[in-house]
């Protein structure tokens, strides 16, 4: 009950998360968070409004869930809020479920998060291979950039539920009736969103790209669409629908599976760009959930921790919490002093934009990487970014996991070795030399046995032809699995019915354990043939060398124990 306790008051907010800050400064950590606000509520805008929902929720998102994340999370510097990953997710949800279910959603995601993090399963996403993870950036950006089309070139959006199938049809509806004077502007947005950051990084190129579009949209009256009427504040927390809850579970596993995969990820991305102290994934997992089921309750969408804006973060040079809280901050006063403005905002240059923040997401030398390092993870990381696009974020990374894990258990299976091992015969006495290589073979089983490769070893060792006996040595063995237990009592026995005896040296006491466990010594057993030591490997081979025999029937000379000895 103590421990338990004890690691409850470890998941929550202690006076440790904001050490150092008025060392450092905490004007640092405003700069920070101002900066961060200015890239976020373009995109918290955009993200919104491509859900479907509005852009005002998207802004409420980033408020809320950004406040919440940023107190109780387990990173000092993740930022919280909408992103394009859940985007790709919610925008068919939103299509089929209705508006309404967002915030329901988000609050049983939250739940399912923070019992993730209560208990322990932060720690899982170190086993997500590198070519799933980048092949699943690759494809939600391509998703992203999808989704933009419509928006960046003025048509409604078609019908279809795959974005890239919606981007052909919206270019097919442009290409009939273009609009030029869109696609000016849509250039305009991505040429200064793209250009800016070069000249230095930290100009605010996402806000300037709004501004400026939209100013050329209000001098030239050009006829495009807006965000619209935006409140002018956060809406007050309400009870989310939960008459439908019980249909929505499997869609908030789906988004809360996401939300852990993007803001662990995340937060992992942050750790190596700061030489502070490394994020807890499983608090992580709870302050994502609690930031979840505070969206949820102010009607907002689930959120993760970004990975974009998390790193305008660290190089803007936040250092506590203070930085991701006062982000949120920033954003709620925009709201509350220009929402008006706000609402002006022409969707082509938010569309602009998220244009070139879905490019930027994937590094060309990290694709070059995966794509030349092996063949498996080239196919891994192609087939996930492919999933990626055709299917939906979390089956993509199932895939990828599963094909990965398969090839991964196929390697090791082919390292498994049956070596024949002649050298054996040194220790043996000078007398039993010639009988012993007349009539005798001796294997070293090398690497691992198990299920992936316990089909070739027991073709291998049964086709073992002219001895009398066989000593099987299994101290190089590295693994060892029922199925590898297994498949040796069936080697034992297939030799012994054609008069081949089989001694086996074990040095493991796992291993033996094992082998019992499974029945696979019940023969040797009986004839005292399971040994710890070559020497008495040998002399156990050597009497049936002598008499031809093999092990029905008990010999008087048992064997040592299986323990310390040669390998």
């Known amino acids: ?99 309404g279910a967002v915030a329901t959603i988000a609050l049983l995601a939250g739940i399912l998060l923070v019992a993730a993090g209560v208990l322990g399963l932060g720690r899982l996403v170190a086993y997500i291979p590198w070519p799933v993870v980048e092949g699943f950036t690759l494809g939600i950006a391509v998703v992203i950039a999808a989704q933009q089309v419509p928006s960046a070139l003025g048509v409604a959006k078609p019908p279809g539920e795959n974005a890239v199938v919606v981007a052909a049809r919206a270019v097919g509806r442009f290409a009939s009736q273009p609009d030029w004077a869109v696609l000016g502007l849509l250039l305009l947005a991505v040429a200064i969103t793209a250009v800016l950051p070069r000249l230095h990084r930290a100009v605010p190129a996402t806000i300037i790209a709004v501004i400026v579009t939209t100013l050329v949209v209000e001098l030239t009256g050009a006829d495009v669409s807006r965000i619209g009427a935006l409140p002018h504040g956060v809406p007050l927390p309400s009870w989310p629908a939960l008459a439908d809850a019980g249909s929505l579970v499997s869609v908030a596993i789906v988004v809360a599976t996401l939300a852990a995969l993007e803001s662990l990820l995340s937060a992992r991305v942050a750790d190596g760009m700061t030489d502070g102290s490394p994020h807890d994934a499983d608090r992580e997992l709870v302050g994502q959930g609690l930031a979840n089921v505070a969206s949820g309750f102010f009607g907002g969408l689930p959120a993760t921790g970004a990975i974009a804006r998390t790193a305008v973060n660290a190089r803007a040079g936040g250092r506590t919490r203070l930085a991701a809280l006062s982000h949120a901050v920033v954003i709620a006063a925009l709201m509350v002093l220009a929402a008006g403005l706000v609402g002006r905002i022409a969707l082509v240059s938010l569309a602009g934009v998220l244009l070139v923040t879905a490019w930027r997401m994937v590094e060309r030398h990290t694709v070059h990487a995966v794509l030349h390092s092996t063949r ?68 070293r089983l090398d690497g691992p046995l198990f299920f992936g490769a316990a089909a070739r070893f027991l073709a291998e060792m ?12 299994l101290g190089n063995l590295a693994l060892l699995d029922a199925t590898g237990a297994r498949a040796l009592g069936e080697i034992v026995a297939q030799l012994d019915d054609r008069g081949v005896a089989v001694v086996l040296k074990v040095a493991d006491p796992a291993h033996l354990r094992l082998l019992r466990t499974v029945g696979a010594l019940d023969r040797l057993d009986r004839s005292g043939h399971v040994v710890g030591d070559l020497s008495s490997a040998l002399a156990h081979a050597h009497k049936h060398a002598a008499r031809g025999g093999a092990l029905h029937a008990p010999h008087t000379t048992g064997g040592t124990a299986a323990g310390a000895g040669s390998p």
Do not use: C, K, N
């Not at 980033?62 to 993740?78: D, E, K, M, N, T």
């Not at 049964?462 to 040595?473: E, G, M, S, W, Y």
């Open 376 to 443: 498996t993870d080239a196919g891994v990381f192609v087939l996930t970014a492919v999933a990626t696009i055709a299917l939906d974020l979390v089956r993509a990374v199932e895939i990828g996991i599963a094909v990965a894990g398969v090839l991964a258990l196929v390697t090791v299976a082919r390292t498994a070795q049956v070596v024949e091992d002649e050298h054996a015969f040194e220790i043996a006495p000078d007398a039993e030399h010639e009988l012993l290589r007349q009539h005798v073979l001796v294997y």
């Open 1 to 99: 009950m103590r421990s338990a306790l004890s690691r409850v008051r470890g998941l929550l907010p202690g006076r440790s998360d904001y050490v150092g800050w008025r060392h450092r400064g905490w004007v640092h950590d405003l700069v920070a968070g101002l900066t961060v606000a200015v890239v976020a509520l373009p995109l918290a805008l955009a993200f919104g409004a491509v859900t479907g929902v509005g852009a005002a929720v998207g802004v409420t998102t980033a408020v809320i869930a950004g406040a919440v994340a940023a107190v109780f999370g387990g990173s000092h510097l993740q930022v919280t809020g909408p992103t394009g990953a859940m985007t790709v997710v919610l925008v068919p949800i939103v299509a089929q479920q209705g508006v």
């Open 462 to 473: 049964t086709a073992v032809t002219d001895v009398r006996a066989v000593v099987l040595r």
